[in-house]
């Protein structure tokens, strides 16, 4: 291709989100990535874009209200560009209330949504209603939320990677490196850093999940026992995930995905039996500050570094990507004061 503006190391959704906007605004990009698209936890299974509680109000939880609102045209532009289903879905969340406090709390939020999402979306306490999709509530009780959206991980990113090929740019195992360069290199990024200085700028942490074969297509996802409860466009169920910050190998699975599949049938009994279809792991990237870390490289002259997704990527990804564009390409600084990389050093 001819003379490269842009070039992101990192095929995962944070560094395609990136190309992606840049190549929309006319830039020639070139994405590098050695293990390929989506090969780190882009390429998990669960997939659930869930914003935070509305309460507490700060300029994280709102960016992260936008990017949830953009989301949907972002992927439906995605799905165009490409030819390739994504999985997004914006079907809502149901979590049971287990006792009087929960309750009290998710009455309390309901009034703050009202304000806090700008009539844009609801959160609610709803009666059970016995439907079969369904969380078993002690309460009788559960949050219906419409701001949740479910997409598919790995299909939704290599969309992503289709959608920048199809605006011209490469993505690729190797290639030079050409005009700006933005580093979205993930957990091991974030380790390399640390490295280099002073004190830890993020780590991994591993992240355990399993895909069953049950069809609740269009149905809201779920959030009980601290799990993820996934029901895919495709026919099938993810459900995860674990949280370990000490692991020996990054990408296999063990009991505690056992207990976490056990944990997920306790909580949705219509799960029992089903097939397990995939057991994975990977690592997503936390950084010191557990929000995104954008911004200038802090060790590389005239460089960039998009990382930290952990596990709010894929709904922070839209709005990720614009972002950076208006940085790498105009020089504007358009992301909030708590995401850039100088609160991680």
């Known amino acids: 291709m001819a003379?490269?503006?842009?070039?992101?190391?990192?095929?995962?959704?944070?560094?395609?989100?990136?190309?992606?906007?840049?190549?929309?605004?006319?830039?020639r990009v070139r994405v590098i990535d050695p293990n390929g698209v989506a090969a780190g936890a882009s390429g998990g299974l669960v997939g659930a874009l869930a914003p935070h509680?509305?309460?507490?109000?700060?300029?994280?939880?709102?960016?992260?209200?936008?990017?949830?609102?953009?989301?949907?045209?972002?992927?439906?532009?995605?799905?165009?560009?490409?030819?390739?289903?994504?999985?997004?879905?914006?079907?809502?969340?149901?979590?049971?209330?287990?006792?009087?406090?929960?309750?009290?709390?998710?009455?309390?939020?309901?009034?703050?949504?009202?304000q806090l999402w700008h009539g844009l979306a609801g959160w609610e306490v709803v009666p059970a209603s016995g439907d079969v999709w369904e969380p078993p509530s002690e309460t009788g009780l559960l949050v219906r939320d419409t701001l949740s959206a479910l997409i598919h991980p790995r299909t939704a990113t290599q969309a992503l990677a289709d959608a920048v090929r199809g605006l011209g740019g490469e993505v690729a195992a190797e290639g030079l490196e050409e005009g700006a360069a933005v580093w979205a290199t993930g957990w091991q990024g974030l380790v390399e850093?640390?490295?280099?200085?002073?004190?830890?700028?993020?780590?991994?942490?591993?992240?355990?999940?399993?895909?069953?074969?049950?069809?609740?297509?269009?149905?809201?996802?779920?959030?009980?026992?601290?799990?993820?409860?996934?029901?895919?466009?495709?026919?099938?169920?993810?459900?995860?995930?674990?949280?370990?910050?000490?692991?020996?190998?990054?990408?296999?699975?063990?009991?505690?995905?056992?207990?976490?599949?056990?944990?997920?049938?306790?909580?949705?009994p219509v799960l029992e039996g089903a097939e397990v279809l995939e057991r994975w792991?990977?690592?997503?990237?936390?950084?010191?500050?557990?929000?995104?870390?954008?911004?200038?490289?802090?060790?590389?002259?005239?460089?960039?570094v998009v990382n930290g997704g952990f596990k709010i990527g894929f709904g922070m990804a839209p709005k990720v990507g614009e972002v950076m564009a208006d940085l790498v390409l105009e020089g504007r600084v358009t992301y909030p004061d708590d995401f850039d990389v100088s609160r991680n050093l």
């Open 3 to 27: 003379t490269v503006d842009v070039t992101v190391r990192g095929a995962g959704v944070f560094g395609l989100s990136v190309a992606y906007a840049c190549a929309t605004r006319g830039a």
């Open 53 to 114: 509680v509305p309460e507490n109000w700060n300029a994280k939880k709102q960016f992260q209200f936008e990017s949830l609102m953009m989301a949907e045209a972002f992927w439906a532009e995605v799905e165009e560009r490409s030819g390739v289903a994504t999985g997004y879905v914006r079907s809502g969340r149901l979590q049971p209330l287990a006792d009087d406090h929960s309750v009290g709390l998710a009455r309390a939020r309901e009034e703050t949504s009202k």
């Open 193 to 268: 850093m640390s490295e280099k200085a002073p004190r830890q700028i993020g780590n991994g942490v591993k992240g355990q999940a399993a895909l069953v074969r049950y069809d609740a297509a269009g149905a809201p996802q779920l959030f009980a026992d601290a799990l993820h409860i996934i029901p895919h466009l495709d026919g099938t169920v993810a459900v995860g995930s674990t949280s370990e910050r000490e692991f020996d190998a990054p990408d296999t699975t063990d009991e505690a995905l056992d207990d976490v599949l056990a944990r997920a049938i306790a909580a949705m």
């Open 281 to 304: 792991a990977g690592v997503r990237p936390r950084s010191r500050s557990r929000a995104p870390m954008l911004g200038r490289h802090p060790q590389i002259e005239g460089a960039f």
